[in-house]
C-alpha cells in the first residue's frame, strides 16, 4: 500500500471506528443540533381507501406494533426498557438497521391519531419522526404519513446516506406504510415521499404542547450541557 492511499485511508478508519464505538452518552435524546449536514425534513405518505378500522384504532395498533409493522432486515425494532406492546411515552426502542447499525430513539408524544419519537446519542440521525393517521372526509379514507425532520449524527453517517442508506431507509419506510395500510383493512390508491433541506423547517403536524426538556431528559441533565 502507497503512502498516499495510506494518509487517505486513516480519516475513513478513524469515523468508521468512531461510528462503531458511539458517543460517550449513548442513550440521551438528541435534536437535529447535535447532527451535521443541511436539516432535512423527509415525508413518505399512503392514501387508503375503503379502511374498516378506525383512524384510531390504526394510530394506537401502529404505534403498539410498530416492531412488527416494520421489515426485520432493514429496521429491527424491539423495547430497551420491557418487550413491547406496549409502547408507552416514554419508551424507549433499540433498532437494528440493516442488521447491522444500531440505533435508538424515545416516545415523546402519544395522542390519538399519532406519535413521535426522538434520536438518542447512538443513532445515524439526530432528531425527531412523526408517524401519523389523517381521517379525510370520506369514510374509510386515511391517510397514513410517515414525517423525519432530522440531521444526520456524524460525518461518516452522512456519506452512507449520500451513498446508498437514503434508499434503504426509503423502502423501510414504505414497506411500514404497506403493512399498516393492510391492518386499516383498506387499499392503498396512491402513494409518495419527498425531501426538503431548508435552513428553517419544521414538521408538518405541530404538537398541542412541547415538553420543557425532552422526554428522557431530566430539566437539571439539561441545564448541565
Do not use: N, Q
Given at each position: 500500500?502507497?503512502?498516499?492511499?495510506?494518509?487517505?485511508?486513516?480519516?475513513?478508519?478513524?469515523?468508521?471506528?468512531?461510528?462503531?464505538?458511539?458517543?460517550?452518552?449513548?442513550?440521551?435524546?438528541?435534536?437535529?443540533?447535535?447532527?451535521?449536514?443541511?436539516?432535512?425534513?423527509?415525508?413518505?405518505?399512503?392514501?387508503?381507501?375503503?379502511?374498516?378500522?378506525?383512524?384510531?384504532?390504526?394510530a394506537e395498533h401502529w404505534r403498539n406494533h410498530l416492531p412488527d409493522h416494520a421489515p426485520k432486515w432493514l429496521a429491527w425494532f424491539r423495547g430497551l426498557d420491557h418487550p413491547v406492546p406496549p409502547v408507552e411515552k416514554g419508551d424507549r426502542l433499540g433498532i437494528r438497521m440493516l442488521l447491522i447499525r444500531r440505533g435508538y430513539v424515545v416516545v415523546e408524544h402519544i395522542d390519538p391519531l399519532g406519535f413521535r419519537v426522538r434520536t438518542l446519542r447512538l443513532h445515524p440521525d439526530a432528531g425527531t419522526s412523526d408517524f401519523r393517521v389523517y381521517p379525510q372526509e370520506e369514510p374509510g379514507r386515511l391517510v397514513l404519513q410517515i414525517e423525519s425532520l432530522l440531521r444526520t449524527n456524524s460525518q461518516f453517517d452522512r456519506l452512507a446516506y449520500i451513498f446508498g442508506v437514503h434508499a434503504a431507509q426509503r423502502r423501510n419506510w414504505e414497506l411500514t406504510l404497506t403493512s399498516v395500510a393492510g391492518y386499516s383493512g383498506g387499499r392503498i390508491v396512491s402513494r409518495g415521499h419527498e425531501s426538503l433541506e431548508m435552513p428553517q423547517v419544521a414538521h408538518s403536524y405541530t404538537l398541542p404542547e412541547l415538553p420543557e426538556a425532552p422526554v428522557g431528559l431530566e430539566p437539571s441533565s439539561s441545564a448541565q450541557t
Open positions: 500500500m502507497s503512502r498516499l492511499l495510506r494518509l487517505l485511508t486513516l480519516p475513513a478508519v478513524a469515523l468508521a471506528a468512531y461510528a462503531l464505538k458511539g458517543p460517550p452518552d449513548p442513550l440521551r435524546p438528541s435534536g437535529p443540533e447535535d447532527g451535521v449536514g443541511p436539516l432535512t425534513r423527509r415525508r413518505y405518505w399512503v392514501e387508503v381507501e375503503g379502511a374498516t378500522r378506525t383512524p384510531e384504532a390504526v
